[in-house]
């Protein structure tokens, strides 16, 4: 019965393998840089009020999407922002019969296409913006 907030990123997990599936090069905050591995694109629920938090959702992130340091063009522009994003719709029923409208996520998802969807969705997103962001 109490509030609930939506919140979203990506874990990064070392394999050293060669026939893994989605073996790629992620971010690893870890390490400040991309690495080769595997990556995990997780969405959670937060309990305001209680502050107890709930994974709903994980999901791996396929190799070769544009939208890392040492990206690979991947084809018709699809990318990883779309991969994260696409992983919210397909939820989307469920999260606002939870009543989830807020979302949070790390600078990364700062981005205008991030926005645009989750308003499309009738959300708001809670980020933080580059020091150099446009305001308008």
Known sequence: ????IGVFDCTFVPKSGTESYGLG???SSAAGRSERGQ???ILGVVATKSREAFGVDAI???AGLSGSTLEEKSPAGYSRVDFYL???QDLRGQLTEMGISYWVGDGFYA???VFGAITEMDG???TRLRSDANLR
């Open 25 to 27: 090069r992620f971010f």
């Open 60 to 62: 791996q992130t396929p």
């Open 1 to 4: 019965g109490e509030p609930l």
């Open 39 to 41: 990556e995990v694109s």
């Open 86 to 88: 696409e992983q919210i």
């Open 124 to 126: 708001d997103l809670i």
């Open 111 to 113: 981005k205008r296409k």
